[in-house]
């Protein structure tokens, strides 16, 4: 299949009350393994890329990649730019040929937000490029934009519903208590406030900062309306874990093609399980 927007897919996930897993991929071997992983669950699938990403290996390789990819797997695959700050790398996307893109004007007063926001989805719209937004601050690190844990600030559901209503968004990532990176003590999700949110609004919810999140607290949060959940700094310790355990347990081989194997089973097979836990096996 080629490559296709969030929009259908999310759409499909909401109605069914499951989320479809978005992995941020560093490189070919990464996406081929995230791919993979979808094709065995029978499951739709976001490939996601940081700006960092973007800029290290350049849009059209990884554009390359992933057509080629999507073109010999029977089930919808969605090329997504995770936050993104910078309107002329988006568009570098846009015309490059990603299937969705994320603004984060999260970091702005909501107006601006809202105006910077509109102007990304008119960018996109022509193209028919899927639009994802976002509201309040996750907390963590996401490509060195920090947001200390204090003043990490929560969605307002009245604004959230404005937002939603006046800019025209795909999906909507609303902050509810999680956080980028590794989690430092257990996260306190506002379930209340994603239940008000997913009750203002009609578009589907995007969860940020899966990784270290329960099986209980993502089946929660699914429930309550989240049909996209982000995974990233799991994929990137499995990158780095696969290849060190390798070399590690085989001091003496040089073989590359051997380590690029054990980093691609153990990324496809973590993906796997996550999508399970998403509920999304078997909806492609």
């Known amino acids: 299949m080629s490559l296709e927007n969030m929009k259908e897919m999310l759409t499909r996930a909401k109605a069914g009350k499951y989320a479809v897993g978005a992995f941020n991929i560093l490189d070919y071997n990464s996406m081929l393994a995230v791919v993979r992983a979808a094709e065995e669950e029978r499951a739709p699938v976001i490939l ?31 090329l997504h730019l995770d936050h993104c700050r910078k309107l002329d790398l988006i568009r570098t996307c846009v015309d490059a040929g990603w299937t969705s893109v994320m603004i984060d004007a999260s970091n702005k007063p909501l107006e601006e937000n809202m105006a910077i926001t509109a102007e990304v989805v008119a960018m996109a719209a022509p193209a ?3 639009v994802e937004a976002e509201l309040g601050e996750i907390g963590g690190v996401e490509d060195e934009l920090a947001v200390a844990d204090a003043e990490a600030h929560l969605a307002d559901p009245r ?22 990176g590794i989690y430092k003590g257990e996260p306190k999700i506002a379930f209340d406030r994603l239940k008000s949110i997913a009750e203002s609004v ?25 049909a996209k959940v982000n995974i990233s700094t799991q ?26 194997a054990a980093q691609f089973n153990r990324m496809k097979q973590e993906t796997r399980d996550n999508i399970k836990i998403f509920g999304s096996s078997g909806k492609a």
């Open 202 to 226: 009609t578009v589907p919810l995007a969860l940020h900062g899966g990784t270290g999140l329960t099986e209980e607290v993502f089946k929660k949060c699914i429930a309550y309306g989240c």
């Open 48 to 78: 996601q890329t940081s700006a960092k990403t973007v800029e290290f290996w350049g849009a059209r390789p990884i554009v390359a990649w992933a057509r080629a990819i999507a073109e010999h797997s029977p089930f919808p695959v969605a």
């Open 128 to 130: 028919k490029v899927s």
């Open 159 to 180: 604004k959230a519903e404005r937002f939603c209503g006046n800019v025209g968004v795909d999906c909507f990532a609303p902050a509810i208590g999680t956080a980028h």
């Open 235 to 260: 994929i990137k310790h499995a990158f780095i874990n696969a290849f060190v355990q390798y070399h590690q347990q085989n001091r003496d081989e040089y073989n590359p093609l051997n380590v690029l």
